[in-house]
């Protein structure tokens, strides 16, 4: 395997062999800092070089608590009264808080590309390893795309170490485990693989470890990429793996047995395993009161089979069952449709695939006009197609209808998944009628029963039937009835039963 850096290189006492190799593997870029001084009490001084990252460095540590003490070496010779060696010397001028010392050059290497500040000494085959890191951040703002009405309103962001911040703050548990890895030959992404110790699965979780350290790729930029790799079924349209820029949604995770999976440079958590039904919740249903969240969930689960089915049914029945219409509401298709010169299938798939180029474009547009240019668009191009008698005004019903349902879906990669089965659907209700919809019903459930995640059935807890998990899947109980956690085995139970105290009636 080819490296982006050279793994190892054992340093040598001397300081210029040390440096030139360090040079040549950074080559002459423009934002790496090196300097060379004298420190120490004449005439005991030795040569000591520095390097840095300007840009990924907080510059006044390096200032204040490397450049600084070193600096006051040359005047007090308070640090060389005491009969130690010069690497203890040093690390005790130095005032960083995080220091390490390595003999490993590649190791050396790999931590100044990261941030860390290098210190070289002549005579001395070690390394200092200084934790200056720091840069740019965006500020913890709202989540952009799994909005509440109730519930907290702050979002993970790109630095990996605000997202840790974030989840301590949710779980302040010294059983919360954070492991580190690096993934990328070239890009050396932080990857951090976080659980609870005592209520996720350990081999689960052992598994998605193997899995990560297989990786052997020049770059990973986004968790989006790390998906494709750990799911289990990867040319299905469903996903097994949730992705999250929520803390208290991953939090909540976590807390029920799931595993998390940071990456450095996203705002978006991976989280598994997961079922079906996951990416039906949304994080208001536990802030909201039980009924109200019920009956919210219901509407969602409606409107995600209408955003699969909607168009295949009304193409069926249009074209093949006209008698199980009305005969009012048959006239008056068959009135609208008297002078369009497709077919249903061909309608529905211009009308579709018209309204997904409008949703692409508002999309990449730029945000100022790019809502404006999708709903005008679709305004304009909807009523100027039924006014040249292209499409029926029926059909414009459904295919708006069926977005607007789609939008619903709490989950972005769900709805994908619904919008590119609709699609399926719409080709067999025109072939075959709604014969050919219950056939790819069949085969969808078929398929869905056949998913796993990271080990765990899809279709959990109907399929293998788990009553006691049923409490919150479609419907949500008081969150007192539900005592058990849908993804742990090894400490299911969450809380003990919950008795509510008398209330005392007060005598007027």
């Known amino acids: 395997m080819k490296a982006g850096l050279q793994e190892s290189f054992l340093l040598s006492a001397s300081l210029q062999h040390n440096v030139s190799w360090f040079k040549q593997q950074l080559g002459d870029s423009a934002d790496i800092v090196y300097r060379q001084i004298e420190v120490g009490c004449y005439p005991d001084t030795n040569q000591v070089a520095l390097f840095y990252i300007e840009g990924i460095v907080q510059s006044d540590v390096v200032n204040e608590h490397i450049l600084q003490p070193l600096f006051l070496t040359q005047e007090n010779g308070a640090y060389w009264e005491q009969d130690l060696c010069f690497h203890d010397l040093l690390y005790q ?277 790019g809502s404006a240019i999708s709903i005008v668009g679709a305004l304009v191009l909807g009523q100027a197609a039924v006014q040249a008698g292209l499409v029926s005004a029926a059909m414009i019903i459904i295919v708006s209808f069926t977005a607007i349902s789609n939008f619903v879906t709490p989950a972005l990669n769900m709805a994908i998944a619904a919008r590119l089965i609709r699609f399926g659907l719409m080709i067999l209700a025109g072939t075959l009628g709604l014969f050919g919809i219950m056939a790819g019903c069949v085969a969808i459930l078929i398929h869905l029963a056949s998913l796993r995640s990271f080990g765990l059935p899809y279709l959990t807890p109907i399929a293998p039937l788990d009553l006691e998990k049923l409490k919150d899947t479609i419907l949500r109980v008081p969150k007192w009835l539900a005592r058990k956690r849908p993804f742990s085995t090894k400490n299911p139970v969450r809380e003990q039963p919950y008795k509510k105290p008398s209330i005392h009636k007060r005598n007027s």
């Open 93 to 369: 001028a130095i005032t960083v808080v995080e220091l390490i010392l390595s003999k490993n050059g590649g190791e050396a290497l790999s931590a100044l590309l990261s941030g860390s500040t290098v210190i070289l000494a002549d005579g001395y085959d070690e390394a200092i390893i200084a934790g200056t890191s720091g840069w740019d951040k965006r500020a913890i703002d709202e989540p952009q795309t799994q909005t509440v009405v109730r519930g907290p309103k702050e979002s993970f962001t790109e630095d990996i170490r605000t997202n840790t911040s974030l989840l301590r703050r949710k779980i302040r548990s010294a059983d919360l485990r954070l492991i580190p890895l690096q993934i990328g030959r070239y890009s050396r992404t932080e990857v951090i693989v976080a659980y609870i110790q005592g209520i996720a699965d350990e081999q689960i979780v052992q598994q998605a470890l193997s899995r990560l350290q297989a990786i052997d790729t020049d770059a990973v930029l986004e968790s989006g990429p790390l998906e494709e790799y750990l799911e289990d079924s990867t040319y299905s349209p469903f996903p097994t793996i949730m992705n999250s820029e929520r803390p208290d949604a991953v939090a909540a995770g976590m807390l029920e047995g799931q595993f998390a999976i940071i990456v450095e440079g996203t705002p978006f958590v991976l989280l598994a395993p997961v079922t079906f039904f996951n990416f039906l919740h949304s994080s208001e249903d536990y802030y909201q009161r039980y009924d109200i969240a019920t009956f919210i969930r219901l509407i969602r689960y409606m409107s995600f089979l209408i955003s699969m089915f909607l168009p295949s049914l009304y193409i069926a029945i249009t074209t093949f069952h006209q008698e199980m219409l009305p005969t009012t509401l048959l006239i008056s298709i068959a009135a609208q449709r008297e002078g369009v010169p497709f077919p249903g299938l061909v309608e529905a798939f211009l009308m579709e695939i018209t309204f997904e180029v409008l949703r692409e474009a508002g999309v990449r547009m730029p945000r100022v006009i």
